[in-house]
């Protein structure tokens, strides 16, 4: 099942794409697709009433859609977690898992306009597949228990001004929190129709040139671990999203890409996850 959120920022209208795409208007099961949504089973009681026909018809066509999940609590990622990146940059493959929080501000919609910071001299993408979390996990036994606390999943474009991350001293979270730093979606895509997230083929595009094609099956660290891991150090909460890492292809990887500048387009894709457009404005 696919997710989604229509409409301007801070008016988005909650929506259901059925198996022909064909989107259905969410409101009469909830007011947005949120922590409080995942948490009370919203999926599965959205799944009944659309086989039901008991959820209206809606023309999406032209409106803006959001990030399918309202304002997540935090963003969590992890870096360094493909072995083709590592490589790229020049960095040995880590033992554990990269961890490094991002502003939950930074999250809009899939096909927003994406700010250049003042004063940034390389930003710069990065294809990810976002994990979106359904229930709490703290200290999960397993990594299978993974499964039970994923509510689905989506794309992120985890955007990063390199010299702020790595020139200005400190972490890695200066490079990583400006705003509009993180399109997310256009769908949160459920787990059964996801299928293997180990599986996913991913590319990004800059003004139509390939820059990244990779696959999920090349992380260093898979999902089960990431949320299993993660776990252990902290409280994940419904409507928490998890950024895994990117593949190689990236403007401060072993290779001659420019960082973007004002008016770049970006396309990013996965399979079964849709499709993201943004072009690069200047803040």
Known sequence: MRLLRVGPPGLE???????????????????????AFLADG?????????????????????QRIGAPVARPGKVVCVGLNYVDHAA???????AEPVVFM??????????DTVLIPRTSAK??????????VGRTARYLDSEGAADEVVAGYAIADDVTERAFQHERGGQWDKGKSCETFNPLGPWLVTPDEVGDPQGLAMRLWVNGEPRQDGHTKNMIFGVRHIVWYLSQFMVLEPGDVINTGTPAGVAFGANDFPYLRE?????????????????????
């Not at 991002?102 to 096909?111: E, R």
């Open 123 to 132: 930003t710069d993408y990065e294809i990810e597949l976002a994990i979106v």
């Open 13 to 35: 209208r909650p929506a259901v794409l059925d198996a022909d795409g064909i989107a259905h208007d969410l409101s009469p099961l909830t007011d947005d697709i949120d922590g």
């Open 42 to 62: 919203g999926p599965d009681r959205a799944r009944t009433v659309l086989a039901d026909g008991l959820l209206p018809r809606i023309e999406i066509a032209g």
């Open 102 to 111: 991002k502003a939950a501000n930074t999250v809009v919609g899939p096909d």
């Open 263 to 283: 008016g770049d387009v970006v396309e990013v894709e996965i399979d079964r996850l849709g499709r993201q457009r943004h072009v690069l404005g200047q803040a």
């Open 88 to 94: 790229e940059t020049a960095t040995p493959p880590p």
